[in-house]
DNA sequence: GTCAGTGCAAACTTTTTGCAACTAC
DNA sequence: GTAGTTGCAAAAAGTTTGCACTGAC
């Protein structure tokens, strides 16, 4: 599905959406859902605010996206996340399922596939729960930092003995 | 093992933390880990500011706790979840690997194991990664939630003709 | 004695709220 | 016309920071 039929779909699912629990239909709204699908990965509401007010023609204020997010997230079609001290958001209808990996020591997020995994936990047996979507965080070293760390490791190692820096 | 057992575990594990990186052990730091263990599940900052303020017998700044729990989670002593708007955290040594449910309708979380998905997730392929913990979070529907969904779901069915409320 | 760590308050960041103006219906 | 939305600014909530004091080493 190419990009501009997946912003169509979308917007016909937003306004089933709104239309089902009494919400009008701004043209924020819209706005909002378009700059969203716009945009690969994750973003916070400040990169969105700033999206919205240079690169598109409409400015919108920080209130009508944290309202508007709410609305967007309760029409599934945004996800939110927490990595960090900020929340991240993330367009979901067409987006590949996929898990994070956080590395703890450089805090860079990637995207990993897993069918199997998705699997698992799409299959896993949950007591009296009703399951619409999940969130994997894995959290450890990234190549670099674990490589980093490695060489950490054996430098302490070979300096045990002569101890002089800090 | 016993929670005695498990607190003077943490305390020997913590003060090998603290002397292979070079901070001080200060009675501070003591008791924030020996507060933290007493806790069973969740916890933010404000709460065990209030605990240790109220019915512990040490009062330590919000400072010292942020300062305190970074130091914790380095030494993989504590982990942190973002459900919602502030940090959550929970012990982690002796603490079964657990999954979140977490209903996006009232909010409610609950702890879930499944061997099998535990399984699964640490013997995934991940791409250059050294894993050293995850979290898995399930947003759905609780049980109760879920009942009182389809029960509005029938009304409406039966509401269909004769819309007068608002 | 020294400097990491602490407490306090102020600052900062992110999110929510109250209210007047606006507009989709 | 009216009630749901928006923008703005103020407030709230959560976290970080600067600085003087304290105490672990």
Same mark, same amino acid.
């Given at each position: 599905?190419?990009?501009?039929?997946?912003?169509?779909?979308?917007?016909?699912? /937003?306004?089933?959406?709104?239309?089902?629990?009494?919400?009008?239909?701004?043209?924020? +709204?819209?706005?909002?859902?378009?700059?969203?699908?716009?945009?690969?990965?994750?973003?916070?509401?400040?990169?969105?605010?700033?999206?919205?007010?240079?690169?598109?023609?409409?400015?919108?204020? +920080?209130?009508?996206?944290?309202?508007?997010?709410?609305?967007?997230?309760?029409?599934?079609?945004?996800?939110?996340?927490? /990595?960090? &001290?900020?929340?991240?958001?993330? +367009?979901?209808?067409?987006?590949?399922?996929?898990?994070?990996?956080?590395?703890?020591?450089?805090?860079?997020?990637?995207?990993?596939?897993?069918?199997?995994?998705?699997?698992?936990?799409?299959?896993?047996?949950?007591? +009296?729960?009703?399951?619409?979507?999940?969130?994997?965080?894995?959290?450890?070293?990234?190549?670099?930092?674990?490589?980093? /760390?490695?060489?950490?490791?054996?430098?302490?190692?070979? &300096?045990? &003995?002569?101890?002089?820096?800090?």
């Amino acid at each position: 599905m190419d990009s501009q039929n997946v912003k169509e779909t979308v917007k016909k699912i /937003f306004t089933e959406y709104l239309t089902a629990n009494g919400h009008r239909k701004t043209p924020e +709204r819209y706005a909002i859902l378009d700059t969203i699908y716009s945009i690969e990965g994750h973003f916070d509401i400040d990169t969105l605010y700033v999206m919205m007010a240079e690169e598109e023609k409409f400015r919108v204020s +920080r209130a009508t996206l944290y309202n508007t997010i709410l609305l967007l997230i309760q029409a599934q079609l945004v996800v939110r996340h927490q /990595f960090g &001290n900020s929340s991240q958001y993330e +367009r979901c209808y067409n987006n590949n399922n996929h898990h994070h990996q956080i590395c703890t020591h450089c805090g860079k997020v990637t995207e990993v596939q897993n069918k199997e995994l998705q699997e698992a936990i799409k299959n896993s047996k949950l007591n +009296r729960f009703y399951l619409t979507h999940y969130s994997l965080y894995l959290y450890g070293l990234c190549n670099k930092c674990n490589k980093a /760390f490695k060489q950490k490791i054996k430098q302490s190692n070979n &300096n045990n &003995n002569n101890k002089k820096e800090k």
